[in-house]
C-alpha cells in the first residue's frame, strides 16, 4: 500500500523537527527544519502545516523537549502551542502530554505509543470510509484530507472496486487543487479539478455520487468545523440528495458548534496569490478559515478513534 | 447619477467598434478596436466583452457593416455572431436584425432605435431593483452584472437608503472581484469581496439579507443560466431563507433551462491564472462556463423590458 507524503507530513530525525512545507506543493516536495519549539510554532501559524500535521507537529515539539532535557518547560510551551491557531483544539493535545508527564511512564514512551495508535487508526479510519464506497462511485471531496483521500482509494482498489474523484480547488490556499490533485494523481487515481462553485452544477449533473470530507473539530453534538466551503457543499449535498460523510478527530470538549472559536485570517492572503494581486487595490475580503456544518447535515461520521 | 464603465462597454467611432477589454480589468481601463465582423467575433470568443458587452456588440457590428456598405453580408455575418459562443442566444439578436433588414425602415435607424431603448430599459432595471432594496440592506452578489450594481446602489443613494455589498470573487475568471468588487468601490459603495466557498458562511452569520444576480439566458419557464456558482447560491439562499432576485433579458424561445446549450470551456482557464499555474501538472478540471437556476428557487424576476 502507497502513502502519501501528506500521510505522515512530519518527521523527527536527530533532534530536529522536519515539517512538510505544504505552501511550496505541488511544485516543491520541501521539509523546513524546526531546531526548538519556537521555529516550529511559528510554521503552524504561517499554516506551512496543517490538519493532522499540526497533531504531529504538537507531539514532535514536546518529544523534542524532552530530547533536549527541558521537561521543566512542558506548561510554557504549552501555553505557546495553543496560542498559535483558534480552530484545532491545541489545548486538547496539550492537556493530553501535560497529563502524561504526571504519570509513572516516560513522556517519550508516551509520546511514541500515542504516533504509533494514531498512524495504525488513521489507516483504520481510510479503511472504514473505503467501506462506504461502491465499484463505479465518483467521490467529490474539499480542501485535504492529508493523505487520506488515496488511502481510501488503495483501499477500494485493493477490493476490486473502481473509484473516480472530483476536487475542488479550495480557494483561497488551494489545498484541493494543490494537495488533494497532487496526491491522487501521484499515485494514479482518476481526478478532475473544479472550482468551489461549481459544485451544484457537478452535483445536478450526476457527475458525483458521494461527498467525503475531513474535519478540523469535532464538537459533542456532531456538528464539525472544516476548510471554508465545507458548508455549502454540506447543503447542496442534502438538496441533491448525496450521502455527505465526514471524516473526523475525536470529539473535542465543545457542546455544539457554536462553541468552536472560527479563526479569521488577513484577507490579503485571499486577494492576493503567490504575490500576484487578484483583487483592486483597497478593496477589503473577509477570510473566515472555517465554517461550521451542523450534525442534522452529516449522513455520517467516520471517527478517528484513539486510546489515549 | 454616476455610471460605471461596465455599463456600457463598448462604444462605435468613426467607423470603429471600441470594446473594453474586461480581462484587463482593474489593472487597465484599455479598449480594443475592432475595425471588421471578425475582430469584432475574436473579441466575444476570447471573452474580452461578455452579458450586455455582447449584445452591444452584435448590434455594432451590423452598425458597421451598414456603415461599410456591406449589407449583402448580413446573413453571412449572422452565422458567424451565432456560433462564437453557445450559452447567450446570439440567434435571437441576429433573428431580430435580420427581421429589421426587411423592413421598410433604414437599418441604421433600426439598430440606433434599438440600443437607445436598451439604454433607456436597463436604467428602469437597476431602478425596479432598487426598490426591492430597504436601508441598511446587505446584497449579496455574483459575477457582473455590467454595471447595473452601482447603478442600483445610485438610486438607493438617491431614496437615502444605505446599502452595502458582499461579492464573490467568481472563480475561475474573478469577474466579481475583477468588475464587481472595482466598479463598487470606484463609485464609493462598501463592498467586502469572499471566495465562493464563504456564500454558506456568510449567509449563516446574518452578514447578508438579499441577493441579487444577473442572467445570461432566460429560458420560457423561468429557469436562468447565468455564471457558474450562481445554482449554488440559489439553493443556498432557500437553506437560508435569504430572497434570491436575478435581473433577467427577456425570455428567449427555449421552453425550459434543459435546453439551455451550457458552454464547457477549456480547462487550462481555471487551472492557470494569469500564466501562473494553480494546479499540479498532468490534472485535468472540468469548467462548465454557466449553470442553470430553476425558476422554483428564484423569488423574483426583474426582467429587461425591450420594445422590438
Excluded at 512545507?21 to 520541501?30: C, G, H, I, S, V
Excluded at 510554532?41 to 499554516?47: G, L, W, Y
Excluded at 470530507?213 to 447543503?235: E, F, M, P, S, W
Amino acid at each position: 500500500m502507497k502513502f502519501s507524503p501528506l500521510f505522515w507530513p512530519i518527521q523527527f530525525k536527530n533532534g530536529i523537527i522536519y515539517i512538510l512545507d505544504e505552501t511550496l506543493l505541488p511544485q516543491k516536495l520541501a521539509y523546513i527544519k524546526a531546531r526548538n519549539y519556537k521555529e516550529a510554532c511559528r510554521a503552524i501559524k504561517e499554516m506551512k502545516t496543517r490538519a493532522v500535521g499540526q497533531v504531529l507537529l504538537v507531539m514532535y515539539i514536546f518529544l523534542q523537549l524532552v530530547k533536549q532535557k527541558k521537561q521543566k518547560d512542558l506548561v510554557k510551551v504549552a501555553k505557546v502551542v495553543n496560542a498559535t491557531r483558534p480552530t484545532l483544539s491545541f489545548k486538547f493535545l496539550t492537556d493530553m502530554v501535560l497529563g502524561w508527564a504526571k504519570s509513572r511512564v516516560p513522556l517519550e514512551k508516551c509520546i511514541l505509543g500515542f504516533l504509533e495508535g494514531l498512524k495504525c487508526s488513521r489507516i483504520r479510519q481510510a479503511e472504514e470510509a473505503s467501506k462506504l464506497i461502491k465499484n463505479g462511485d465518483v467521490i467529490l471531496t474539499h480542501c485535504n484530507i492529508s493523505g487520506l483521500m488515496p488511502l481510501i482509494a488503495e483501499f477500494c482498489a485493493r477490493e476490486g472496486k473502481g473509484v473516480k474523484f472530483f476536487a475542488t480547488e479550495t480557494r483561497p490556499y488551494l489545498q484541493g487543487s494543490r494537495l488533494t490533485a497532487w496526491e491522487l494523481k501521484r499515485q494514479g487515481f482518476d481526478v478532475t479539478l473544479i472550482t468551489d462553485g461549481m459544485v451544484a452544477a457537478v452535483m445536478s449533473q450526476g457527475k458525483v455520487n458521494k461527498v467525503i470530507v475531513g474535519a478540523d473539530h469535532l464538537a459533542q453534538n456532531g456538528d464539525i468545523a472544516n476548510k471554508i466551503g465545507t458548508y455549502a457543499i454540506a447543503v447542496l449535498a442534502r438538496h441533491f440528495k448525496i450521502p455527505f460523510y465526514v471524516l473526523c478527530p475525536p470529539a473535542s470538549g465543545l457542546k455544539s458548534g457554536k462553541d468552536i472559536k472560527i479563526e479569521i485570517r488577513p484577507d490579503k492572503e485571499m486577494l492576493e496569490y503567490q504575490g500576484l494581486r487578484l483583487a483592486p487595490k483597497g478593496v477589503k475580503g473577509y477570510y473566515p478559515a472555517f465554517d461550521v456544518t451542523p450534525n442534522g447535515l452529516i449522513t455520517k461520521h467516520i471517527p478517528l478513534e484513539i486510546k489515549r
